[in-house]
């Protein structure tokens, strides 16, 4: 019986291309292939070192296509390094898809240690490191992605994001207003010549990329929540003691309703309210409607 070849994860520098391992090296200058996110990227990488190991296209657009070609590659015998733009193939990107198909063609995985960017982003940040959770690029669709950071309201680990420049002033914008003013760090240019690390509250980071025109990939690092509601869906308050969900939203609602009283216009009234309980606007709207049962007037 044949044997099969090997499926190496191999990590590439995500900015200075000192950053690559010895035996990263020595796998994609062995190996029979190598398996590229954008072949025109990874090539500047080897022509760099004067490898010569022939490439392969594999991304999101023709993994359907291309994975099976190199599962059948592998399962001939032949050795293939699996690499990303930058940092470790996997994360945030089709890698993952890969392996899974590898594993049950019984392909042996040998992942190499190596760059990742949220890891880097997380221990310059100044935030807590004890405990944290991954969540990538935030879905485009505005729904998605709203349901996502609803999700994500009662975190209580630091939250790391990946986001793109261009995007970046809209994403802490929202962040802003579903978790509140917490505090932040932005990643940008990590081991490049601009690197820069900017840190302070949602807000101080709003107006600092409102000011300098934000350039370069992006990581976001969140505080996590500081105490959460005694529900599993309730979102992140500033209290010192815990309340029940409905607990809250009855206290919430009435405060929003004797602001209504005092002749504050309803949004006015939802960020008073919201204000005074810890809260962002969003949750204390999300608290209000309940959207997980009867929505009420949408014009709060």
Not at 19 to 47: G, P, Q, S
Not at 84 to 103: C, F, M
Not at 180 to 185: D, I, T, V
């Amino acid at each position: 019986m044949e044997k099969h070849g090997i499926l190496y994860l191999c990590p590439t520098p995500i900015g200075n291309l000192e950053d690559i391992t010895l035996r990263a090296l020595k796998i994609l200058n062995e190996v029979d292939y190598i398996a590229a996110e954008d072949t025109r990227v990874t090539l500047k990488l080897l022509n760099h070192f004067n490898i010569k190991t022939p490439l392969i296209s594999y991304h999101e657009h023709n993994k359907k296509s291309q994975g099976p070609r190199l599962i059948s590659l592998l399962q001939e015998g032949k050795n293939i390094a699996l690499v990303t733009d930058a940092g470790t193939p996997g994360i945030s990107d089709p890698g993952e898809d890969l392996v899974k198909d590898a594993i049950k063609a019984g392909i042996n995985i040998v992942p190499l240690p190596g760059a990742i960017a949220a890891i880097c982003a997380l221990v310059a940040s100044g935030l807590s490191t004890e405990r944290f959770v991954f969540e990538g690029f935030l879905p485009k669709k505005n729904q998605d992605r709203d349901r996502r950071l609803f999700e994500l309201a009662t975190e209580q680990r630091t939250i790391i994001f990946y986001e793109a420049p261009h995007r970046i002033i809209k994403t802490l914008k929202v962040l802003k207003d579903t978790f509140g003013n917490r505090k932040a760090a932005v990643a940008r240019e990590m081991t490049k010549i601009h690197e820069e690390f900017a840190r302070g509250t949602l807000e101080d980071l709003i107006q600092r990329f409102e000011e300098a025109k934000p350039k370069g990939e992006m990581v976001i690092v969140l505080e996590g929540a500081k105490q959460h509601i005694n529900n599993e869906r309730g979102p992140a308050t500033l209290f010192e003691d815990e309340l029940s969900l409905d607990q809250l939203k009855s206290k919430l609602k009435a405060m929003f309703e004797k602001n209504i009283s005092k002749g504050y216009a309803k949004n006015q009234a939802l960020r008073k309210a919201a204000k005074e309980l810890g809260l962002s606007r969003n949750e204390a709207y999300r608290i209000l409607t309940d959207e997980h049962g009867k929505e009420e007037d949408r014009e709060t």
